[in-house]
């Protein structure tokens, strides 16, 4: 949240003229960066369409829209993922929903390949147009992106570790769909 707050404030700034105008002004790319910037381009759309359609074909995305966690409240799922994060379980009533909660962690690295297909378009547009200030904003959404999948995938791993450490019904482990 606070990266998009100062992500918002540059843009604001870039509107009021605080900034040169040289920061501004579109460049002049060769033409080895425009290929580039073309390449990089479309392979982002590839990979990001490549992403969405396994996401959907694989039944991740219908899972998690179905999930039991979308009838708790946002603090209790919260509560429920930190407690996957650590692996621990407070009463056993809570084990079946701890187990879905670590499946849906575990499902959250469909969004890799997601980030990183943004990443790609968005570095192939900045080579594109060569503005310095969307230099500026690339790296600043490039290093929020890397954090994220970072998190997810620690996330993930833990998520596993805790089902290994808590084997359940499969039923619910698997499938946290309503169904």
Do not use: K
Request: charge should be positive; include cysteine; glycine fraction near 10%.
């Amino acid at each position: 949240m606070v990266v998009s707050a100062l992500v918002s404030l540059l843009v604001g700034l870039m509107a009021g003229g605080v900034f040169p105008s040289t920061w501004l002004e579109r460049g002049d790319p060769p033409a080895w960066m425009a290929v580039t910037g073309e390449v990089l381009v479309v392979l982002g759309l590839v990979l990001e369409i490549g992403a969405l359609v396994v996401m959907v074909r694989s039944g991740s995305y219908r899972a998690d829209r179905e999930s039991r966690l979308w009838a708790v409240s946002l603090g209790r799922r919260r509560e429920l993922t930190r407690a996957v994060r650590r692996g621990v379980v407070g009463s056993p009533d809570d084990l079946p929903w701890l187990r879905t909660a670590a499946a849906q962690l575990i499902r959250q690295r469909r969004f890799v390949p997601l980030f990183g297909g943004l990443v790609t378009m968005n570095l192939g547009q900045v080579l594109l147009s060569l503005i310095p200030m969307w230099f500026v904003l690339f790296g600043v959404f490039g290093v929020m992106f890397t954090l994220a999948c970072w998190q997810i995938l620690r996330d993930a791993t833990r998520a596993e570790a805790f089902l290994r450490e808590h084997p359940g019904d499969p039923a619910v482990s698997v499938s946290t769909g309503s169904r």
